[in-house]
C-alpha cells in the first residue's frame, strides 16, 4: 500500500442522505485508514468545522454498522486500508 502524507480536505458526506458503513473482515479504526467525525458538525458550518480540533475515533469490528448523517463532517486519514460496505439512503421529509 502506498503511503499519502497529504491531508484531506474535511468533508460533509452529502446532506440529506443515511450512511451505513458495515466492517467486513477486520476491525476498522484510525489506526488503520477509518476516518474520524466532528461530533455535532451536521449543525455547524464547514468553516466552524475547521477549526474545531475535536475529533472522534470511531471503531467497528466485524459485522458491526455505524449509522451517520449526511452532513455530518468527516476527517479524511492521509494513509491506511481496510475493507467495508457502504449503503446510502436518502431522507424522507
Given at each position: 500500500m502506498e503511503e499519502?502524507?497529504?491531508q484531506l480536505p474535511l468533508v460533509r458526506l452529502g446532506p440529506g442522505w443515511l450512511y451505513f458503513y458495515k466492517a467486513v473482515e477486520n476491525?476498522?479504526?484510525s489506526e488503520v485508514?477509518?476516518?474520524k467525525i466532528i461530533p455535532n458538525s451536521d449543525k455547524m458550518s464547514t468553516g466552524?468545522?475547521?477549526r474545531?480540533?475535536?475529533r472522534?475515533?470511531?471503531?467497528l469490528k466485524p459485522n458491526q454498522v455505524l449509522v451517520i448523517d449526511g452532513g455530518t463532517i468527516i476527517d479524511w486519514?492521509?494513509?491506511g486500508g481496510g475493507i467495508a460496505l457502504l449503503r446510502m439512503f436518502?431522507?424522507?421529509k
Open positions: 499519502k502524507t497529504e476491525e476498522l479504526s485508514g477509518f476516518f466552524k468545522a475547521q474545531t480540533f475535536e472522534v475515533s470511531i471503531s486519514p492521509t494513509t436518502e431522507k424522507h
